[in-house]
């Protein structure tokens, strides 16, 4: 028998042991007793973070805020993302990692004490420095506003996080899993960039050994390429100097310039990198039992540009497949599902929610909702006052996380979307656990207003951006 | 649900029927308006002939029409601008206080003396009336006068001020103006509009006048309206989108006068510092030059540049300067500013942001989105600068002017100085960068209509500058006995 104490230690840092590895379990543990451990687990995180986390400290005292003992009491120390790019931009542009790494130290709680920063190139080199010098995996994002946003995770919460996808993906919900369920090996798909630290790109490495039983050969990226993260700084200063009608200002850091040739060699070598990966999908991977994952926009547009050249049913059935991720930006048709489950041949496409500011990632059950995992409790809060709305009922407004698991960085976040969740009314797909419908929006979009973030689809769009704009000075 | 009804003008009738329906800006409720397909080939003037009759008035006679238009504009007694009152406070992000005071003012723009004075300072009302000579060096006689034009207005809708502006410019400018109503600011063009009608039913000064309101995009509308064959000029004001949305339309025969879209700056010397008393003032100028308007205009302060150096005495004057102009802006009576209708949540979760990361950045205020100063404690504005709204200022240190003139660009339009000898030192250097206006701090807001505008003299550009040659073969060479050149 455990003790109450280990059982709680072990639902906040290992859930899969605690429910035996079983997904079905996970989201079939009663409202009452999940929501009692989640009192319990919060309380205790919010208490070692309170120490741990320098601006989480900060924020429970000027809010006079000690203990957290129901779920609204953590409301008011909900981060939005703008805590991640809270750093002043001018930092990156001088080269100041060692102020950033200060920046940073107060969102984290390990260590970065013994982060060498000297003589720091760039920010994929500081990214680099922190990993050799700390046990931070941190993943960046996008911004139009100038400046990136920095999220500090860790080595572990990214293991986890995989070690999770696996479970999800190749489990069925009522389905106890067997041994064979557990540790598939498969080939990787991955239509997309073989590196870089924005959150996706950060778990290439673990993709490459979680699923293909450690044979790198089994992963496929479309392309060989890393994305860079100062030409992705480079393109989100862009954008902001372009809506201040200053381009005429912006500053080129001479050692990104240095890199143009590189860049655009990068740039060319993509449609041919394009075809090979189409070549290779239509034949040596052809009827392989495979894992691939995209978003909605760029698993329909290789579906489509695969049946045009005549190419479907690459896969073999029992094939993973997930995607997500939003449409901004892209009309895509109605059928969209069936055109990717006709190039890919396969049934079964799973969808997933979540975002790169906290790790848990919600499946979606039969029913087509995201079912919130059991360690993370879900909020919805009024758009306008960010005051949470009842937790009853039907209701809609922003969403907002706060996760358990999440050790590296605080784990309460307020999102930029509209969701809708049905307290009361059990998920007709017979799962216990609190089901988000499947209609999801962000609020930018919703209000016509610009959107903040470049997701993963607009990456080469904006390296093409800041490449275009690197070409006018040549010489 | 419509919450109200927008009639259109028609150069003295008032169009009410063939409604539908638009959204509003905003979570507020749409308001109807006449079907603009169906009247857009109203609009435009029959031909350019019609405009002889504004040429059989006197200037003095426009002043009449325009004075009594003022005298009627009273805010208790007119039913139009009431109307357009109510409307405008479910359509602006104005309070009734402020909307109220706004309206108030309405008849002091159309004084008398103050069109004067436009006309005088901005055309010269000698090319108004009629044609000024001037015997050139080569002999020949050049007469030039000032015609006005066929014109199409575009204006800006935070404030009702733009709207009669623009009916001023071109009723002493002896145009035609088809105003596009904004959507934020309803009412106010149709209600002076209609308030000449009931002052001047039949003069040509109504005639000569159009508003209407069709969605600013609309293809339809727009490619049938905006053509050399209706409209010779285009005075589009605002947003970059709306601005640039225009420039599609522009071809020979169809000229562009741009007011595009703005931001504004401010500059205080050390000497804001050299008194308990001077740095209530300064602070008190500088919360004015923010929070009038509720900072929705472009001349409003936003980014606030203080030369007291970065060590830490001068960090420590910046964050006492950014206390006292929180509680001033506080302290601002409810007809110049009060706490804002609405709050701009991404802005919200950037200051939240700074909030956390006190080694650069401290708030005064805004957790009950009142408004805020937020201090950079080093050189730099918050990297979200160009969203400051809602009455949130930043207040930077900086050790010297480079600086400052990094941060100036064409998009300054207003720079708001203090003292009055710092303003002096910049105004030479200030205009490379862009700045287009400066003006003593608490200033900033407080504009007049006869001035020069975006750096440029948009009364003038509205004209059309005819010239009437005299050429007397006896003074003036004939080019058809000129010699061959060998």
Known sequence: MMTAEKTLDLFMNDPIEYFDASITKMHTI??????????????KRFAAHRESIEIVRNLADRLDIKDVDEFNDVTPLLFAHTAFKSYPAALLDNKRFDLMTKWLQKQTSHDLSEVDVSNCEGIDDWIDRLDAGSKLRVITSSGTTGTISIIPKDDYGGFYGMRLWRLFLFQEFFKEPKPEDLDPVVDVIWPNYAEGKLGHLRMVGLLKNEFTGGDESRFHPLYSDAVSTDLMFLASKLRAAASRGELDRVKIDPALLARKDEFQAME????????KFFKRMATELAGKRVFMTGTYTLMYEIAKSGLEQGVKDVFAKNSAILTGGGTKGHVLPDNYMEVIKEFLGVDRIQEGYGMSEISAFHWACPENRYHVQPWVIPFLLDPDTSEPLPREGKQTGRAAFYDILNESHWGGIISGDEVTIDWDTPCPCGLASVPIEHEIIRYSEKEGTEDDRITCNATQEVQDEAVNFMREFEG | MSE????????????????????????????????PAKYVEQLPLENPMAMADLYEISFEEILDVLEALGQALDFEKNVHIKRAFEAGLVATNYPASMLKNSYTMLPYVFERETIRELAEARVGIDHLEGWVPRTLRDGRIVRIRAFGARTLHVPAGNGGLVSAITIIRNAITRSDAIIKVPSNDPLTAVAIAQTLADVAPNHPLTKHLAVAYWKGGDTEIEERLYRPEHVEKIVAWGGYASVKHVTRYIQPGLELISLDPKRSATIIGPEAFESEEVLSEVALRAATDIGMANQEGCTCARVIYVLCGTDASGIERANRLGERIYQQMMSLPEHISTKPKTFDRELRDHIDGSRMTDDWYRVVGGEENEGAVIVSQFDEAVDYAPMLSGRVANVVPVDDIKKVTDAVNSYTQTVGIYPESLKRELRNQLPLFGAQRLTSLGYACHVTSTMPQDAIEPVRRMCKWIVDEECDPEKVFPPWKAPAIS
Do not use: H, N, T
């Not at chain 1, 009663?30 to 309380?43: T, V, Y």
């Not at chain 2, 009804?5 to 507020?28: C, H, K, N, T």
């Open chain 1, 30 to 43: 009663s409202r009452d007793e999940i929501e009692a451990l989640q009192r319990q687990g919060m309380k």
């Open chain 1, 268 to 275: 060319e070598r993509r449609p041919v990198e394009m075809e």
């Open chain 2, 4 to 35: 109200f009804r927008v009639p259109m003008f028609l150069r003295g009738q008032v169009v009410e029927d063939d409604w539908i329906e638009y959204g509003g800006r905003g979570a507020s409720g749409g308001f109807e308006a006449p079907d």
